[in-house]
């Protein structure tokens, strides 16, 4: 089975990026639990500033899928899972 990593980047003091949590990575988590490992980066953590900064991310929240495709901002569930399962359907 085919496994991707998805880099999410928040801020500990966003509510936009709790709401982002609890709304779309969480049950995205939950669904597609076997098929993608989540790495959750905290941006003030300077290991995950750094990755941000390799990745130019600007804003939080953001999602980066397998290193390919980045989301910033606050996007739908549907959204975030059609780039996902895109990308899942390119590494098989």
Known sequence: M?????????????????????????PLMRELGD??????????????KKLADQYAVRVVPTLVIAGKEIIAGFKPVNVVKEAIMRILGHEK
């Open 2 to 26: 085919t496994r991707i990593v998805v880099d999410y980047f928040f801020s500990p003091t966003s509510e936009e990026c709790k709401n982002f949590m609890k709304l779309v990575v969480n």
């Open 35 to 48: 098929s993608v490992e989540w790495r959750v980066h905290n941006i003030y953590d300077p290991r995950a």
